[in-house]
């Protein structure tokens, strides 16, 4: 056998390196590389460009941000396939690069992206129609989707404040569910409604609907018509503006799916703080002196014992509580209640949203699922929302194509009735004093004759507003379903029919139960129990009918729209009052055994033809004129019909020959609006003589047997009409440097036919009558500058800012009437050449702190004022203090309102946040002039009143008068009206804020996702104000009370978790 070993063969060696070669390349060309570089026209790297990669499937497969040398690189695309690249940035055109193979070893690529005047080339909804930005003619702001996201809330109102000129909303209440008020332009009503028209997807929602039915995750984008001249195609429910609501469809024909969840919780944003216990007792003890002592100081002394009060007739307010006295001497372990810590809390928020869509050539599809649950600050209280959104389309043929979209929605509220009374929670804490335990020493609820019983000195005058939150059931259900369905077909070319159908269906429930053992204000337990259960439905529908022609010749341009509308809307609600109830175990109307019934119904019908021709010349001469005539059965029969045109102009200077090169000013318009239009907002009966029965007073006997009557309630008008609004507005719009947009109006808005009430003789068997007369007034200034893309090195920047100044006049009232009172004091009045809703007061001038002080005979003082009282100016020097000197002293309308919006990017970071504010707003403090900082003895100071209360040792300089329990009078109660209490109501909020990061591509692709976006914000993280109330917006009433506030809902400070993701 031969052992030795075997040659080596070149031939092996050779089939080895060539194999091991192979296995290279093999390996190499299984991970090509594509990598690019993304510059601008003039040559510059664009970092932050977004790219991404789609292959044959029309699929995402992979997605990457630019650096900030403008290059990207991308692995894990297969070779030989074939790719579609989409390059997109802020301020820049989008471009793509198609059908790209990919090749062994590095593909590089090159993509250049072209400025964008985006923002003159964007579509804006106009009312039945869009129109390019850059021609449109009226008052038209556009707000999209991304600047609206930033906040978390439950509506889109919310959203919207602060975000354009010359819309105010004004958010009264921090309630789940609340609706904020948005006025437009100013107030141009003194009875009717104020609210906007609000258009989802051309469909007009019925009047009063809560925001909170629309889901914000599903809206793309919002435009307010702002100017009668825009809003009059919608005719008599356009006076106080339009918001047209255009919601998300499918954008690609590729199944997307995008998923939006956040998660956080709330606290009060105010201030008010009532005292501690031990700085109660001192309070209510110096409240009792100052009242003994104050009816006859020669002979009186706060050191007088209680024997010795007694002798000297000493009522019972003027007597010391003995249960005070360990307070004062500040003994360890005394009950000292925090009634706002016990009724608010830290509260959940979460919200969860899931859209889905897709399509092929054909059709397209949008659906979206969304859970919002929102605790409220106060326990017991909060609002869940369960809704959907359906969109379909689809291309019938070459001429015809159909939509359909649904909107379903299910809410639940646990309500929270703020009143303002001292029967509900908010409103009680100012008279459950800190003594008293919320809860017994068992554990359960320490309702007021319990408390009572363990404090018969000095029991409690209201409910435990703990046991009221927690045994009082205030249900309420509702759900909702609206949406339309259209079909559109192209008749030859240029002209097109549209025909829509869209209704609104919704139902409602409430379900209230009061407990027996339940007391009111000085109204002890037990009581009869209460209960009520009110169902309620309404359907609206509207059909329509539209043409549209269009059409070019040479530098003409025609677009011609007419059309018909019938619009009918029913409501009808029960309402069951239960009695007699067994046993508060049974808390719902089946445990009553007798009932009382009323039923509510109404409807009313509209029918309308409207007309709008646009006529632009050589892209820079406009027209437009639009007319519509509205029939409603809200009027008087011989006043049906109202009629409301508009007419604009405009021209884009910057296109004529004779403008300077376009390096600066790169577009310049000037435009100019004239138009009319209606509020219909007073009821559907208002013209109607109204005929009431099923009270005592129309009771009647005949023969022997008792009888029930009706009788005439309000006199019939033929000739009521709605309250027409005319107006006029000058803009000029201008961009700079491609980059910066300025737009800047002038309006001037007269509402005549004032719907008011006007005497009418005796004998008619009335008083008054509803008829339209007076005038109202509303001219300003609106001014929006924004700009895009500007590059600060490695970040990008888009600010915008926006300023709106508003002055408000009565030109004229009824016949003979110069004036409206109306407040809980009659300090709030409507005079003719002032504003509306003015408020009226005293000038207090400090506090009489001395005997000379007091008896000073040069100092008039109102009747019944004691030492420790204000001292009132006697402004028109005629020696007497009376309402005569009563002087104007501002209104809840501020002079301007503001706001400022910044956002940006850095690599995949992105900061954004929005400030708002107003100058020149006063609200009249109604809650705390009678209650906090009232002074009397009787509520629970504020931490405010108690350290600025006058003493005459302790705080000589203080402000408030001395806490006086016997002094009930008319003098401190009617300085109510006064610069104490009508408050500085100027702000600046921060009212959103939200930091993102986006995850890198080569993050996110392993688990398929196409982007993920992580986030962190907050809503109104800090005001500043000099505002000592709760809210400076929350103010409740109406037109003509507008500003007095009481015990308002708080509204929150927010902080979320979130994230988005997109598969």
Known sequence: MNLSRPKKSKWGLFIYLLLFTAVQAIAQTQNPIVSGTVISENGESLP???????????????????????????????????????FSCVGYQSTQIKAFEVKDGTNTLLARLKDSNEKLNEVVVVGYGTQQKRFVTGSVTKVNAEQLSNYSGSNFAQQLSGKAAGIQINEASGQPGSNPQIIIRGIGTLTAGRNPLVVVDGFPLTEGTSFNYINPNDIESL?????????????????????????????????????????????????????????AAIFFTEARDQGYISKDPANRSINDD?????????????????????????????????????????????????????????????????????EGLVIENGLKRYSASIKLNNKLSDKADFGVSLNPSYTIQRYYDANGGFDEPIGAMAVMYPFFKPYNDDGTLAISQQIKANQPEDGA????????????????????????????YSIINGLKYKFSLGGDFSQSMYDFYNPSNLGA????????????????????????????????????????LTGYSYQKENSFSTIITGANIADDNIDNIGGASSFTVNANRYRWVQISYFSRLQYIFADKYIASFSYRMDGSSRFGADSRWGKFPSVTAGWIFSKEGFFPEQDVVSFGKLRATWGRSGNNQIGSYGSLGIVTGGNAAN???????????????????????????????????????????????????????????????????????LQNIGKVQNKGVDLNISASDIKLGQVRWNPSANISFNKNEVLALAPGQTQIIAGDIGSIITKVGGPIAEYYGYQIMGVYKTQDQFNDPKTPKLPGTQMGDYIVKDVNGDGVIDTKDWRPMGTYSPKFTYGFSNSFAYKNFSLSFSLTGVEGRKVYESNLASRGEAGEGFALPTKYYFENRYHPIDNPNGIFAQPNLGNFSAARRATKASNLYILNADYLRLRDVQLAYTLPSYVVKRAKIANMKIYVGGNNLFTITKYRGTNPEGTTGSALTNGQATSNYPIARTFIFGTNISL
Do not use: C
């Open 48 to 86: 932050g460009v977004t790219v991404q990669i789609e292959n044959n499937d029309h699929k995402i497969v992979a997605s990457n941000i630019t650096d900030e040398k403008g290059l990207f690189t991308t692995t894990g695309l297969k070779l030989g396939e074939i790719y579609n690249f989409s």
């Open 223 to 279: 435009e307010v018509l702002k100017d009668p001249a825009s809003a009059s195609i919608y005719g008599s429910r356009a006076a106080n503006g339009v918001i047209l609501i255009t919601t998300k469809k499918s954008k690609a024909d590729k199944f997307n799916v995008t998923i939006d969840a956040y998660t956080g919780f709330q606290q009060r944003a105010d201030k008010v703080e009532y005292v501690n216990a031990h700085d």
């Open 306 to 374: 209680r024997a010795t009060r007694v002798a000297k007739g000493a009522s019972l307010r003027e007597l010391r509580l003995n249960y005070l006295d360990p307070y004062l001497n500040n003994q360890p372990g005394l009950t000292d209640t925090n009634w706002m810590n016990e009724i608010f809390r830290t509260a959940p928020i979460s919200n969860i949203n899931v859209a889905l869509s897709g399509g092929n050539g054909k059709t397209s599809y949008y659906t979206s699922f969304n859970a919002f649950n929102q």
């Open 461 to 488: 005058l209201v409910e435990n507003p703990v046991a009221q939150l927690k045994m009082i059931k205030n249900n309420r259900t509702f759900f909702k379903l609206y949406g339309n369905a259209f079909i559109n």
């Open 521 to 560: 204000y000085r109204t002890p337990a037990p009581k009869p129990a209460t209960t009520s259960q009110t169902d309620g439905s309404l359907t609206n529908y509207l059909l329509e009918h539209t043409l549209t022609y269009s059409k070019k010749i040479d530098k003409h341009d025609f677009t011609l």
């Open 699 to 769: 009771n009647y006997v005949w023969g022997n047997t008792p009888a029930s009557g009706f009788s005439a309630s309000t006199t019939p008008n033929l000739n009521l009409s709605w309250e027409t609004n005319t107006s006029y507005n000058l803009g000029l719009d201008l961009q700079l440097f491609r980059k910066i947009d300025i737009t800047a109006e002038y309006y001037n808005a007269t509402t005549s036919n004032l719907l008011l009430d006007v005497p009418v003789p005796q004998q008619s068997g009335f008083s008054s009558s």
